[in-house]
């Protein structure tokens, strides 16, 4: 277990008052507020009005990665922008967790480095460990769920979904339902992925339920490798990376991805009027269920814009955002209790039987080394 954390206002308070001069009782020391680059809080920060104040100042938040029909990152964006005149630039929207993380390396020092993150949990883990992230709690750090978060508050979980199966009805004549129906004949050339697994978190989801489907657990990922291996070689596997226009061509007919995606895309091919009938099922064989997590980058080019991001995005009115485009919020529970939840949104979620489970940071280690040690010998030819 890591050490208890210190908590930073109390440490400032500590220093003001062994560095101020004796005066006349009841004279009280005034903690003053850290610069945003080094706040662990907007409290820390001198509130969130200071908080505020100082990111609107910069006027501008450097994200990657999130495109508009991500769990509703099209409304978190415009919501934002609305409510603090902040500008929001999106650099490779259809970029992958991996290149979230090398661009947290590669442009450290020129200001075009994002300020935010938005990674698939392993990856979070490794950003972390490898000094990327900064500590900042958000108001709501404390009922996020213990095992979504980390202790050094570099990291902590924002929404989440189930992983499922895709299926265009208009293309394919029995939709499939679990991983096993994934193996018959009928559907050569037509399973495909969100992504390459060693990079998409969203596929790395896909061949991890996979190996639950096939006798695999946490602690061993290599089934679902060898699942995909199968499907490769009876040629159903196809390597296009499925997403709405692919969907849309009929080039990737059956796509293996979040449940919140594949319930979004069906809800925009009907406003589209376009020719798919997108029908989703969560396969009861290979159960997988993961949220995605939200970072602060240690040297963020808006640094007050970054952490008033995070703020937005886990106060009530962002997290709902977030479940009215079927991604489950973090905070779920919590908004639940305290009547601030979205109930009408909440009531259109899928049902799924039993209590998520969740590998603990060394399983998902250990299942991503395995991933990229195997995953493209597995599916090549």
């Known amino acids: 277990m890591p050490a208890p954390r210190l908590r930073t206002a109390f440490v400032a308070a500590f220093l003001a008052l062994a560095a101020a001069p004796l005066g006349a009782c009841g004279d009280n020391p005034v903690t003053v507020p850290r610069a945003p680059a080094v706040a662990t809080s907007a409290a820390d920060a001198g509130g969130m009005a200071a908080l505020t104040a100082a990111a609107k100042k910069e006027g501008s938040l450097n994200t990657i990665a999130l495109p508009r029909d991500w769990a509703n990152y099209g409304a978190l964006i415009d919501g934002f922008e609305k409510k603090y005149g902040i500008k929001v630039t999106v650099e490779n929207p259809d970029g992958t967790s991996q290149d979230e993380i090398d661009a947290l390396k590669e442009h450290r020092t020129d200001g075009r480095a994002p300020d935010v993150i938005d990674v698939g949990g392993s990856f979070a883990q490794s950003a972390a460990r490898q000094g990327l992230l900064a ?39 029995t939709c499939p339902s679990t991983f096993a129906d994934l193996r018959k004949p009928e559907y050569k050339g037509q399973v495909s992925l969100n992504g390459d697994p060693t990079k998409s978190g969203s596929a790395f989801a896909g061949v991890y339920a996979a190996a639950l489907a096939n006798g695999g657990s946490f602690d061993n990922i290599q089934p679902g490798i060898d699942f995909f291996a199968e499907l490769s070689k009876n040629g159903n596997f196809n390597p296009i990376e499925s997403s709405p226009d692919t969907i849309a061509k009929g080039r990737t007919p059956i796509s293996i991805d979040w449940d919140f995606l594949n319930l979004g895309y069906a809800d925009e091919f009907r406003r589209q009027g376009a020719d798919v009938d997108w029908r989703t099922a969560i396969p009861f064989d290979g159960s997988f269920a993961e949220y995605y997590a939200n970072g602060v980058n240690k040297d963020a080019p808006h640094p007050a814009a970054a952490r008033l991001w995070q703020e937005y ?69």
């Open 313 to 381: 995005v886990f106060s009530p009115e962002g997290q709902n955002l977030r479940l009215g485009a079927f991604a489950r919020p973090v905070l779920m529970d919590a908004m639940a209790e305290d009547g601030t939840l979205d109930k009408t949104a909440a009531e259109k979620l899928p049902t799924v039987e039993g209590t998520p489970m969740f590998p603990t940071e060394e399983q998902t280690e250990k299942a991503r080394e395995t991933v990229n040690r195997g995953w493209a010998e597995a599916v090549s030819g």
């Open 135 to 173: 500590p900042y709690e958000v108001a709501a750090f404390d009922q996020i769920p213990e095992e979504q978060k980390d202790p050094e508050a570099r990291w902590y979980n924002n929404y989440g979904g189930y992983v499922s199966i895709g299926c265009d009805a208009k293309r394919v004549k």
